[in-house]
């Protein structure tokens, strides 16, 4: 008689540790502070949208800034740069993008790293406040779940997704060099000039090329913003 296969035990520890590889689930208090590498945010000009030019000529709104890690790189492409955030990390004003949101088509782009759990609400808002596009880092299992694909992908596509073949390290809080992750990242782009079908591609290995030893130095903090109550009216 065959041996019976043992039945591998995952301890409580180890089912944490798979959870926090698969998602990072946060309370519904938390600021959900992730910054974003700078080098991710000029992939997205280097490798996904490397066919489209004319930037300096073009607008931008960062809507959950943070301290300014993703404005910064940001400003290196666009004439025009404006970012907030829901929460005073002393970088730019203070707006709820979702309670509070711009005016429809007031800005050409708009690009950030949502909250996790309010980025489906920030794509379909920064879809009616952006003219010419959107283009939103997420972790890869955003992709997943058919109720996200109900409300949004078969009624609002993406017109690029490209997934990293890096890792992008984001961990709460601060921006390290040394950080590490398991979580996967892409992009993904809605172009409202683009009808082509859904163009998929990898961000191939850019880290070394793209990265900047001053990229980890604290940005510096923007100026002549109006501080935003949640509400809409101005502070």
Known sequence: MPPVPRRRHITEAGYRTLAVVAR??????????????????RALFEHVLADRNGWD??????????AGHMATPLRERFGTVEAFDAHDYGYAGVRDFLSAPPEAKSYDWIVTNPPF???EEFVLTALDVASSGVAMIVRTMFLEGQGRYERLFSVRPPTRVAQFTERVPMVRGRMSKASKTATGYA????EQDRAAPLAFS??????????RDYD??????LTGLKVVLAEGGPA
């Open 57 to 66: 000529a073009l607008s931008c709104l960062e809507p959950a800034c943070g």
């Open 202 to 211: 990898w961000v191939p290995p850019c880290r070394r090329r793209l990265e």
């Open 187 to 190: 992009w993904l782009v809605w």
């Open 24 to 41: 990072r689930v946060e309370p519904k208090t938390s600021l959900d502070d992730f910054p974003t590498p700078p080098w991710a945010t």
């Open 117 to 119: 759990r309010l980025a």
């Open 216 to 221: 980890y130095d604290v940005p510096a903090p």
